[in-house]
T-cell receptor, first 110, second 114 residues
């Protein structure tokens, strides 16, 4: 079983839709959770970083962590064509050992 | 601007050849990492270094080598022993090993076989 599972998509939505991206994990010791956005032929760019459980909001983005279910989510409100990218989740128990999902490809249609 | 610079952007390797990928950061970060990204797979850790002159193998170190002679630089050599080197290689850095800060990435090097 992989440490982190992420649906590869692709996920295709119309502009303005609310997007929900998710990851599940198996290691209950994970306590740092991150979402990265990766455009084609570019490196991952950090979007959200949360510690332990709860929600964090930044503009149109909301990250949720449910440690009891070992499930994390990223919500994107009012999605834009510029949000079209691959979204990677990542998590760690302690820093310098990160586990990444395989990424979900999102396409926002104008 | 502070950041991580990877070069070259594209690299081609001939059979039996070693090639070196460059990674430089001006973020004054202590820890640096090399990952390999293949389609449909998550990032896989090749090597990491927490301080100068010290580095550790990651999950897929075979066929790769690194050095860390300067804080700013962490080059990766893909040796001829790596039989399937075609991939997107990403370098990352982190403030310090226990700074509780996430990793930041460069824009990658795409390596292909000639």
């Amino acid at each position: 079983q992989k440490e982190v599972e992420q649906d590869p998509g692709p996920l295709s939505v119309p502009e303005g839709a609310i997007v929900s991206l998710n990851c599940t994990y198996s290691n209950s010791a994970f306590q740092y959770f991150m979402w990265y956005r990766q455009y084609s032929r570019k490196g991952p760019e950090l979007l959200m970083y949360t510690y332990s459980s709860g929600n964090k909001e930044d503009g149109r983005f909301t990250a949720q962590v449910d440690k009891s279910s070992k499930y994390i989510s990223l919500f994107i409100r009012d999605s834009q064509p510029s949000d079209s990218a691959t979204y990677l989740c990542a998590m760690s128990e302690v820093f310098n050992k990160f586990y990444f999902g395989s990424g979900t490809k999102l396409n926002v249609k104008p | 601007d502070g950041g991580i610079t990877q070069s070259p952007k594209y690299l081609f390797r001939k059979e039996g050849q070693n090639v070196t990928l460059s990674c430089e950061q001006n973020l004054n970060h202590d820890a640096m990492y090399w990952y390999r990204q293949d389609p449909g797979q998550g990032l896989r850790l090749i090597y990491y270094s927490q301080i100068v002159n010290d580095f550790q193998k990651g999950d897929i170190a075979e066929g790769y080598s690194v050095s860390r002679e300067k804080k700013e630089s962490f080059p990766l050599t893909v040796t001829s022993a790596q039989k399937n080197p075609t991939a997107f290689y990403l370098c990352a850095s982190e403030g310090s090993p226990y700074s509780n800060q996430p990793q930041h990435f460069g824009d990658g090097t795409r390596l292909s076989i000639l």
